[in-house]
């Protein structure tokens, strides 16, 4: 793609930034600060002399000098050419001269945001209201000041997320069908949803467990979970768990000593707000396999066994549809376009975002928005739920994710939407809130009670309690779990309310067959 367009051009930006690198090659490190690339200059002698600069530095040069520079283009003569033709070394000492490094980040933003204009112009992109261009001078000077004072107040991602803002306004209202169509009976409707149901109940696809599944139906297109915990319960493994759950198609069974078929493949996206690859390698290997993830960890297996399940694991998630993506920083712009980019490169219709939290990026793009007003932590935690359901709605899919705990969980009786870190409006959009608990004392006094009656396989060691459940069958209620932390297991075994009442609940078994049919 050409994005040549000389009327996105700042040439003066364009030499001082070359200037600053002639003076710190260093800025040239590729540690993810900076980025360049050869679309950044349009002008011939810019282009050489940045890259002869570019290119000795990756290749290990750190002190570049002027004789470093014409060596370097002595091998190329279309190079030497321009070089020399545009004044060559004393061009070189000038711009080095005139450049001030301590306003590189104003040259280097304006470059970037420069070449995204052109990128978006050269696919048609009408992006004349974002910088002055050759036209505006027969206009009127204060069509250039005020054009140049808007580009000047908004970064690269504020250009990007207005064009898109475009674009997506374009679709809504010539390529997407929003007719209103008034108030219908009722009755009108009901032999359509009703052949529906009988076709596709309304369920959704597995999650690990399957009290879980009883309760909450399975993972609904359009739906919005939350599974909380406190540090070190087990939010991002029991996440790992059910992305693996529906997007590999086979699992080891511990029970049946085997692997067994799990059903058709999904396209599945995990967004790690703080775990790295690595961590969910691991953690969905040690799933998968039913091998502790320490010994995987280690590489100290107990058998050969054990290895060979790792192995086969691992070969799993290679023709698996599990797509994960890093954001340590983000905003709800970054989360949203996340989810539409997996959406169109690979089909995705689940997402697990092992964390809601706020973050500086969140607190800058909220503030903006609000003409800088400063909002509570839980205003902008409530307005990061309200985004991801509207993303649930809008493209139809499912959303899990997950938040910290306040001081309250230790000790409260009704584990509800109250002991949410920052902000119990989190749970006001969600169509399912669950929390993982530890067992406390009391609960253990309780179901040394209980236990015996149910004769139960095992003993649970951890409780997930239901606060919330949209259409769901239980509410305020328990189940008990046994968690297996090191392979990212957890059993449902019992469900009582919360009062310690034993519930009735069945196991429900969600099978997804070859035609992607539940």
Request: net charge negative; aromatic share 10%; glycine share 4%.
């Amino acid at each position: 793609m050409s994005i040549k367009n000389s009327d996105y051009r700042d040439n003066d930006a364009a030499l001082h930034l070359i200037g600053c690198i002639l003076k710190k090659p260093s800025l040239l490190e590729n540690d993810g600060i900076y980025f360049f690339n050869e679309e950044d200059f349009l002008n011939d002698m810019h282009k050489v002399v940045f890259g002869a600069v570019y290119n000795l530095y990756q290749t290990g040069a750190q002190n570049i000098t002027l004789q470093a520079i014409e060596n370097y283009l002595e091998s190329k003569p279309k190079s030497k050419a321009i070089y020399d033709a545009n004044g060559g070394a004393q061009w070189v000492e000038n711009v080095k001269e005139q450049s001030e490094l301590l306003n590189f980040d104003h040259y280097y933003n304006t470059i970037k945001k420069l070449t995204l204009l052109r990128a978006y112009d050269a696919i048609g992109v009408d992006v004349s209201k974002f910088y002055p261009i050759p036209s505006d001078i027969l206009d009127s000077s204060d069509i250039v000041e005020e054009k140049r004072k808007y580009f000047e107040s908004l970064t690269v991602d504020d250009i990007a997320n207005e064009i898109e803002i475009m674009i997506e306004n374009v679709r809504a209202h010539y390529a997407e069908e929003n007719v209103y169509e008034g108030a219908v009976l009722l009755g009108d409707k009901v032999s359509d949803i009703l052949a529906s149901l009988e076709k596709l109940p309304d369920v959704g696809l597995p999650l690990h467990d399957q009290f879980t599944n009883a309760a909450v139906r399975g993972a609904r297109l359009g739906k919005f979970y939350i599974r909380s915990a406190a540090t070190g319960i087990g939010k991002s493994r029991s996440m790992v768990a059910d992305a693996c759950q529906m997007a590999c198609s086979e699992i080891y069974s511990t029970t049946h000593g085997k692997w067994i078929k799990n059903g058709k493949k999904q396209p599945v996206l995990f967004i790690s707000t703080e775990q790295d690859i690595q961590e969910i390698t691991t953690m969905a290997l040690a799933f998968l396999s039913a091998v502790n993830e320490e010994h995987i960890l280690r590489n100290e297996y107990y058998s050969t066994e054990e290895l060979e399940r790792v192995q086969y694991a691992a070969k799993l998630l290679q023709s698996s549809p599990l797509y994960v993506e890093e954001l340590p920083d983000f905003n709800m712009k970054d989360i949203e376009n996340t989810i539409k980019r997996n959406l169109r490169q690979h089909a995705i219709q689940y997402v697990f975002l092992d964390y809601i939290h706020s973050s500086m990026k969140i607190l800058e793009e909220i503030s903006r928005r609000s003409a800088g007003m400063r909002l509570r932590e839980d205003n902008v935690l409530f307005m990061i739920s309200v985004s991801l359901k509207d993303i649930c709605t809008k493209f139809n899919i499912f959303i899990m994710s997950a938040t910290q705990l306040n001081a309250d969980y230790q000790t409260s009786d009704t584990p509800d939407q109250n002991l949410l870190r920052g902000a119990k409006a989190i749970a006001d959009k969600v169509d399912a809130g669950m929390i993982l608990l530890e067992l406390t004392d009391n609960d253990r006094e309780k179901l040394s009670q209980l236990t015996p009656s149910l004769e139960l396989s095992r003993e649970p060691n951890i409780k997930m309690s239901i606060y919330k459940n949209r259409g769901g069958e239980c509410n305020k209620c328990y189940i008990w779990m046994y968690a297996d932390k090191g392979t990212c297991r957890f059993e449902g075994i019992f469900v009582t309310d919360w009062k310690y009442n034993p519930i009735t609940l069945t196991p429900l078994t969600i099978e997804v067959d070859d035609n992607n049919e539940l």
